[in-house]
């Protein structure tokens, strides 16, 4: 196996014979044999062992385990202890989701504070196998029935060409120990059930079970990539940016052969679960919106928009008082100072009568019931009509502040200003206020 290994290596990877690399160590047979097979083809690496505290003394034998293989191959080690059950509560996970995140940003740190190039992981063909079925019993898509990645950023797993079986001939042949997890064992895990139950009946049924299921997996990752090309063509045609908004084209997506999957495939990555809702959006009037978690899908005309739903508290009605001459909002900063004569404004500067303020103004989000005149008209208007008629998006009109004067309004900020407020050829104080 140590040439096969190598010969992968030198076709595949050969950038880890270069690199500065990080083992994840459990003790167990398969990163025992990774770590044996690297040390045996002199690449530069280091061990890093997390001690979970599930298995109370089990746990603690493992890392004594490690430590001494670690001074048998004279290598540097790095242990960590996590309180995984305690991470798992306050997070609402599970035990196998706490102790993923926890391993793999302990690996992240190390990397980014100690310069490692690359993280290896020992997962292996049956590993692929397990992963594949897992996600083939709870429903997925194309890109579920791909495998586990070979290379994933910086996240390399150099064993995957080759079965446990493989691993376990090659530490039996050399004499290599290894510790077994007695959790493993348990049958309450899916993948335990799958590792102990299912796939033992399957390769009785095929013993080229595996070797025939790599060959599924090249196949079905050459179609992935066939997906990827189409999306990114579709991308360009449908998709637009305006700074932190995407805008999706409707009328384009239902040119698409598939608007469904396209849809899907497009805003995958942006937490929605209900995607009948999201699909209905591509027949719903102005205004109708889906959630996620962390976005918004907002249907404005002839698009969707998608935004991220900013956590953040809304910002409180701020004050300006008559001595303050520079202020920060939302929108920007705004700045207050004496103008000498009257001048043509532009969209984020007005021109003011001073005399007309009452203080403190202040500045704050619009709301239904608005109203104010607009200045070079006769009359009031509501400001959600004024809004209207400026078609702006739902989204754009939650942006939207307004200055106040003891309750009436100034200015709709960078849009358009009062005409109780303008000044006027008798008019003895000019304040000019611009928003930058």
């Known amino acids: 196996m140590l040439s096969a290994f190598q010969n992968h290596l030198n076709l595949n990877l050969p950038f880890l014979f270069k690199g500065k690399l990080l083992i994840a160590i459990s003790g167990g047979l398969d990163s025992v044999v990774l770590a044996h097979l690297c040390k045996t083809s002199a690449l530069n690496f280091a061990l890093a062992h997390c001690n979970f505290n599930l298995r109370a003394a089990e746990s603690d034998a493992d890392e004594a385990f490690v430590l001494d293989l670690a001074e048998d191959l004279d290598l540097e080690v790095f242990i960590e202890s996590f309180e995984t059950e305690e991470f798992a509560k306050k997070h609402k996970v599970s035990i196998q989701v706490a102790a993923r995140e926890l391993r793999y940003d302990w690996f992240q740190q190390l990397s980014q504070q100690l310069d490692f190039d690359y993280i290896l992981t020992a997962h292996h063909a049956d590993d692929n196998l397990e992963t594949f079925l897992i996600n083939f019993t709870r429903g997925t898509g194309l890109e579920g029935l791909t495998g586990i990645p070979e290379v994933n950023d910086n996240v390399v797993r150099p064993l995957l060409p080759f079965s446990r079986e493989d691993l376990e001939v090659y530490a039996i042949g050399n004499k290599i120990e290894w510790r077994e997890d007695s959790s493993n064992a348990s049958k309450k895990y899916l993948r335990n059930k799958l590792r102990h139950d299912i796939i033992p009946t399957l390769k009785q049924m095929n013993p080229q079970l595996l070797q025939n299921f790599k060959t599924t997996i090249s196949n079905l990752q050459d179609a992935q990539q066939l997906v990827d090309d189409s999306l990114i063509r579709a ?202």
């Open 235 to 436: 991308q360009k045609k449908v998709i637009s940016v305006d700074d932190d908004l995407i805008k999706l084209d409707v009328k384009k997506i239902k040119k698409l052969s598939n608007p469904k999957a396209y849809l899907y495939e497009l805003l995958k990555d942006f937490n929605f679960t209900e995607w009948n809702d999201v699909v209905g959006l591509l027949d719903a009037q102005t205004g109708k919106q889906v959630f996620s978690d962390t976005h918004r899908l907002l249907r404005n005309r002839d698009y969707l928009l998608l935004s991220a739903i900013n956590s953040e508290e809304e910002t409180d009605e701020i004050q300006i008082f008559k001595e303050d001459k520079t202020v920060e909002t939302p929108l920007g900063i705004l700045f207050f100072d004496e103008a000498d004569a009257i001048f043509k404004t532009e969209k984020n500067t007005i021109l003011v009568d001073a005399e007309t303020l009452k203080y403190p103004l202040t500045i704050r989000k619009w709301e239904d019931g608005d109203y104010f005149h607009p200045i070079g008209m006769k009359g009031k208007k509501k400001v959600s009509k004024y809004l209207k008629d400026e078609k702006l998006s739902r989204l754009d009109k939650e942006k939207v502040y307004v200055l106040s004067s003891d309750s009436t309004i100034v200015w709709i900020i960078g849009m358009r200003a009062d005409e109780r407020f303008k000044v006027k050829q008798n008019t003895n104080k000019l304040l000019k206020i611009t928003l930058q």
